[in-house]
C-alpha cells in the first residue's frame, strides 16, 4: 500500500527577474504513512508553505515528484485534488459577506457535488464544528476561533482523506486552540492523514506522531515526536527544584554542565552532554539537600532551537 505522502528529491525555486533565483525546497525525500499526523516544522522562509502547496497542487515543483495516495500531483492533478483537503489559518479563502451556510455550499459547488449531498454534509459539519446555531451569520462577525472551525468544515466538505494544515490556530486563544486540537485527533481516529505546518512546538508535541523538521528547504531531520531528543546525540537534562538561584549559578560553572535555565518560579533545567554526566550532577545535586530531582531528554523545542540556531528577528 502506497503511504499517504511521498516526495522524492523535491526542488521548487521562485525566479525573480535579474536578481538571483530563491530556492525554497532542495532534495527534499519525505514519507508520510496513512492515518499519521505528521508535524513539518521550521522557521519563517524555510519552505513548509511551499511544500504544501505542492501537495495540494496548488503549485508545481521545479524537479523531483510528489505523489498523494499514489497519485503524482504534478501528472494527476485532478485525483490528488479530490483527495485532499486544505486547511489555513487567518481569513484566506472565506468570504465575510456571506453566511457560513452559504460559504460551504459556494465550496460544494466548486467541488462539483450536487446541491443536496452539499446541503446536507455542510448540516452536519456546521454542526461537528459548533457552529450550527450561527449557520445563518455572515463570517464577518465571526472570532479568530469560529473563522478556523468553518475552515476546517470547508476542508472538510468533499470528504478527504488526506489533510493539510498550515498554521491552523495561528491567532486562537488556548480554548479555542485546544478544541480544534481535539477535533484533528477525532478526525484521525476516523482514519485520515494530517501534515501540520506549524511553529507551535506545544501544540506539535500533543498532536503529531512524527515530525520532520526543515530549514531554507533542506529536511534538517524527521523522526518520532516522542523520541525527538535524541537528534542532539547523548545530550540529557536534569530537571530540579530550588528556590536559591546561586544554587543554579553554582551547578552552570561545573564541567559536567552546558547550561542551566530557569523554567518557572523555582524550577530550573540544567543541560548535560552525556548519561555519564547526568548521573554526577544528580549526585552533586543530591549532596546539596536537593531531592527533587530527576533526569530527562530535550524538548521538542529545545531540539528546534539548538537545530536551527538563534536568529532573532532574521529569515
Avoid at 531554507?216 to 527544584?241: I, K, P
Amino acid at each position: 500500500m502506497e503511504p499517504a505522502v511521498h516526495t522524492s528529491g523535491l526542488g521548487r525555486v521562485y525566479k525573480r527577474g535579474r536578481k538571483d533565483p530563491v530556492v525554497a525546497l532542495d532534495d527534499l525525500t519525505l514519507t508520510i504513512e496513512r492515518n499519521e499526523i505528521h508535524g513539518l516544522l521550521g522557521p519563517n522562509g524555510a519552505g513548509k508553505t511551499t511544500l504544501v502547496k505542492i501537495l495540494s497542487t496548488v503549485l508545481l515543483p521545479s524537479e523531483g515528484s510528489a505523489r498523494v495516495l499514489g497519485h503524482d500531483v504534478a501528472a494527476e492533478t485532478r485525483a490528488v485534488r479530490s483527495l485532499v483537503g486544505l486547511v489555513l489559518g487567518g481569513d484566506r479563502g472565506l468570504y465575510d459577506r456571506l453566511s457560513a451556510r452559504r460559504n460551504l455550499l459556494f465550496w460544494g459547488a466548486l467541488y462539483k457535488l450536487d446541491a443536496r449531498t452539499t446541503r446536507d454534509r455542510a448540516d452536519a459539519l456546521l454542526e461537528r464544528v459548533g457552529l450550527a446555531e450561527r449557520a445563518d451569520d455572515r463570517v464577518e462577525r465571526f472570532s479568530r476561533g469560529m473563522r478556523q472551525r468553518l475552515h476546517l468544515a470547508r476542508g472538510l466538505l468533499h470528504e478527504p482523506r488526506v489533510l493539510f494544515l498550515d498554521e491552523p490556530t495561528s491567532g486562537l486563544d488556548p480554548v479555542a486552540a485546544g478544541a480544534f486540537r481535539r477535533l484533528v485527533l477525532d478526525l484521525r481516529a476516523e482514519g485520515r492523514t494530517f501534515l501540520l505546518a506549524t511553529h507551535d512546538m506545544d501544540e506539535a508535541t500533543a498532536l503529531c506522531d512524527r515530525v520532520t523538521l526543515i530549514d531554507r528547504g533542506r529536511m534538517l531531520l524527521t523522526g518520532d515526536t516522542g523520541q525527538a531528543g535524541r537528534f542532539l546525540g547523548d545530550r540529557e537534562c536534569v530537571d530540579f527544584t530550588h528556590p536559591d538561584p546561586a544554587l543554579a549559578d553554582a551547578l552552570a560553572l561545573l564541567p559536567d554542565v552546558t547550561d542551566v535555565e530557569r523554567q518557572d518560579g523555582t524550577a530550573w533545567r540544567a543541560h548535560t552532554p552525556d548519561r555519564g554526566a547526568t548521573r554526577r550532577v544528580l549526585g552533586w545535586l543530591l549532596d546539596r539537600d536537593v531531592l527533587t530531582a530527576r533526569r530527562g531528554e530535550p524538548t521538542l523545542e529545545e531540539v528546534y532551537l539548538r537545530t536551527v540556531g538563534d536568529r532573532g528577528m532574521r529569515v
